[in-house]
């Protein structure tokens, strides 16, 4: 099974050796992996370029501030992502969006925050990586003031409505080890609603760890079993089902891997 792992962190307090968890992903099946960098306090925007660097081929970076740390965001780190969304390895804004369910920031200042890193997706040319929870109206209303129309709507667990309006947007659903879990019945009738070519598949470790794994920490080698399970829904053979997932991924990114 070829497999890309369409989101994940490997920041170090998670994976003090992500070393490990590249070889355990590359022993799994994956071709790929996109790892997502985000802003962790004022000043500190993680690891994710510097692992990446250490994986040349095998790990491609994403640059965003999360909505939960929209309100500790200073100028000077505003600066600071602009000049790493401009940077040519760095393949995507995000994870943006919004957060209702939890409100870590308020909710103005999220919008606010969203609103910037569109600005800056559109001004680099590059595709967002979007986070909504108990927000899918507010996130579609400015994705579409914005003139948003690339990028993954990540960790997607969505209904079927909520599924077409993003799609009717030109975003794809990025599907998580959540569609395994039980009274998902939602989400899967989205997923299968969904056309295949508009899948991507995604671990979101070091959380979300699908069946049979949940409960455990999470690591981008587990997004063989999301994979088994959408092609499931699909109805599809899983080792085409994944390879038409990384195939999606290698488009909307336009990432440098061989499938």
Known sequence: ?????????????DFP??????????????AHA??????????????????????PGFLTPTMGIHPHDAAIATEVDWDELDRRVSLPQVKAV?????DFYYDHSPREVQAQAFRRQCAL????????????RDAHAECAEILKSEG???????????????????????????????????????????????????LLIETDS???SPIPHR???????????????????KGLDPEMLALTCARNTKALLQLDVAL
């Open 148 to 198: 948003m129309s690339s990028g993954m709507i990540h960790c997607f667990t969505g209904d079927t409505a909520a599924a077409r309006v993003y799609l009717d947007l030109g975003f794809h659903l990025s599907i998580s080890g959540v569609v395994t879990y039980k009274k998902t019945e939602a989400l899967r009738d989205a997923v299968t609603f969904a056309p295949v070519e508009r």
């Open 215 to 233: 409960g455990k920490k999470n690591e981008p080698a587990n997004v063989q079993e999301t994979a088994r399970m959408v092609a499931q829904l």
């Open 1 to 13: 099974m070829i497999l890309i792992d369409a989101h994940c962190h490997l920041e170090a307090k």
């Open 206 to 208: 070091p959380f979300l």
């Open 17 to 30: 050796v992500p070393g490990d968890v590249v070889a355990r992903a590359k022993a799994a099946g994956l």
């Open 121 to 132: 997706a559109r001004h680099h040319r590059k595709p967002l990586v979007v986070h909504v």
């Open 34 to 55: 996109v790892v997502v960098g985000l802003l962790q306090k004022p000043g500190d925007f993680g690891q994710a370029l510097e692992v990446a660097a250490e994986h």
């Open 94 to 98: 995000g994870e943006t969006g919004l």
